[in-house]
């Protein structure tokens, strides 16, 4: 089952459409929206596509141009960012390996929640912001945090748990963030209270 209240009609309808598109047939939602609609936790707007892109940039833009309306951000070879009817969308050229066969449910392809947890580590590492660590308060109702470190070495073989565990304790970026319209009740400081003591106990440990 999946949780259609998290994320907006439009949005919604825009990933089903872009799903049905052969082009993106390898491609699978990752991130805030994902892990949302698997959970039921917050409400996500962007969507994320994550994958084996086989096609050039060229291709790609046609591809969306008939679609719908849509507004380049950021393009390079495997990144490629638009704004698309107002919403924001990454297609991203994903080299690393899947840990888990997608979810696959109503025409839509999900990133399991086992790839999620380990792709949120690696981006609150890049630069933390409000949401991942929401998503990471909620993946560790689900995991142990060294369940969750060992899915971030198992996809990312050069990973670096020092990187990932400094990280976990460092906050400031997302303090001045807005908190998501939430559909779990949890407050900031909580959440901030349960990583931490999570961090703590891996550490003492070790």
Same mark, same amino acid.
């Given at each position: 089952m999946l949780f259609y209240e998290t994320i907006h009609a439009q949005t919604l309808g825009l990933l089903k459409k872009l799903q049905s598109e052969d082009?993106?047939?390898?491609?699978?939602?990752?991130?805030?929206?994902?892990?949302?609609?698997?959970?039921?936790?917050?409400?996500?707007?962007?969507?994320?596509?994550?994958?084996?892109?086989?096609? &050039?940039?060229? %291709? *790609?833009?046609?591809?969306?141009?008939?679609? +719908?309306?849509?507004?380049?951000?950021?393009?390079?070879?495997?990144?490629h960012i638009y704004n698309i009817e107002n919403i924001k969308v990454d297609v991203v050229n994903y080299p690393y390996p899947w840990l888990q066969a997608p979810v696959t449910? &109503?025409?839509? %392809? *999900?990133?399991?929640?086992?790839?999620?947890? +380990?792709m949120k580590l690696a981006a609150i590492t890049g630069r933390g912001s409000k949401k991942d660590f929401i998503d990471l308060y909620f993946l560790l109702q689900r995991f142990s945090l060294k369940e969750m470190l060992n899915l971030y070495l198992k996809k990312y073989n050069e990973g670096s748990?020092?990187?990932?565990?400094?990280?976990?304790?460092y906050f400031d970026d997302a303090e001045e963030e807005l908190m998501p319209k939430m559909l779990v009740e949890v407050t900031w400081n909580e959440i901030k209270a349960t990583i931490t003591d999570k961090l703590k106990t891996f550490q003492s440990a070790q």
């Open positions: 082009l993106f047939s390898n491609l699978r939602l990752v991130g805030g929206t994902s892990l949302a609609l698997q959970i039921g936790h917050r409400i996500s707007v962007d969507i994320d596509l994550f994958g084996d892109l086989k096609c &050039d940039n060229i %291709t *790609l833009n046609n591809t969306l141009k008939s679609l +719908a309306q849509y507004r380049i951000i950021q393009q390079t070879e495997n990144i449910k &109503d025409g839509l %392809t *999900l990133a399991a929640i086992e790839d999620i947890a +380990a748990v020092f990187m990932v565990l400094r990280s976990l304790a």
